[in-house]
């Protein structure tokens, strides 16, 4: 890796007036894998303002393995999840998985997010690249640091530095877990781009109950934040329902950091 811009030197990303990254203090990105009605998203977005969170995340176009299973509301997702934020004053986040959906999730969302599965697709890294909007990058599931740090390197070749990283779980050989959360990844990925890094223990683990340590473990490890998945009655959940937290639990999440 001889020729890089991402040397190491630290790199501030601004999300209205959030700051992230350096000695800030670390973002809370918390919210439904999918949006799933406007109520839905509506309920869950005041109440993690009033719990405390920065940024309100929700799935519109969801990358599910299966082609049968629930695949996101689509545009009318977006705009649900647009009025959410807009009611309660927080950014959004949400995944672009299409470039032919740019335009309009660039226009809506405060951060795009680039998910796991797309982390190797390098001509859609390239058009990140040029949106002058905060990019999430989220770890491909089978990627090395390297491969990891030169598709960030793809992103800031092409004008647009705002780039978050996050840790999201590697496969290994154990399926206890969903995936294998790799917090070493994290002082590492500070390192050697300079770009804040933060942590999802929710597709981390796959598991409801391992959130709470491995957020407390990765705000120990200096992560610049969390991504967590919350919904109003997890059980119920049209994607991701036995990792997502409740309100109470995600409560505990933050009092007990
Ligand atoms: C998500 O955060 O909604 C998601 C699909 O995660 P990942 O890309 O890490 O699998
Ligand atoms: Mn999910």
Not at 65 to 88: M, V
Request: proline content about 5%.
């Amino acid at each position: 890796m001889d020729k890089r811009i991402l040397t190491g030197e630290q790199i501030i990303v601004e999300v209205g007036n959030l700051k992230i990254g350096g000695n800030h203090p670390p973002i809370y990105i918390a919210g439904p894998c999918s949006v799933e009605s406007k109520e839905q998203i509506m309920e869950t977005a005041f109440q993690l303002k009033e719990i405390g969170v920065d940024v309100l995340r929700g799935g519109v176009f969801k990358p599910r393995t299966s082609p049968y299973a629930f695949q996101g509301l689509g545009i009318e997702g977006l705009e649900y999840l647009k009025e959410a934020g807009k009611a309660t004053g927080l950014p959004i986040i949400t995944e672009l998985m299409d470039e032919k959906y740019m335009d309009v999730v660039a226009e809506h969302a405060d951060i795009i997010q680039i998910g796991s599965r797309n982390m190797f697709n390098y001509s859609f890294l390239k058009t990140m690249g040029r949106l002058d909007k905060p990019i999430l990058l989220k770890r491909g599931m089978c990627a090395t640091i390297e491969e990891w740090v030169l598709a960030a390197e793809y992103i800031v070749a092409h004008g647009n530095k705002n780039v978050i990283l996050c840790e999201r779980g590697i496969r290994s050989y154990d399926h206890y877990t969903r995936n294998t959360l790799d917090l070493a990844a994290v002082p590492i990925m500070q390192k050697e781009t300079g770009l804040p890094v933060i942590v999802d223990p929710s597709h981390g683990t796959g598991i409801r109950e391992l959130v709470k340590p491995m957020s407390k473990a990765a705000l120990a490890c200096g992560a610049n934040g969390l991504m967590i998945e919350v919904h109003p009655n997890p059980p119920c959940a049209l994607s991701d329902g036995h990792q997502s937290l409740t309100f109470e639990e995600y409560e505990q999440v933050r009092r007990d950091k």
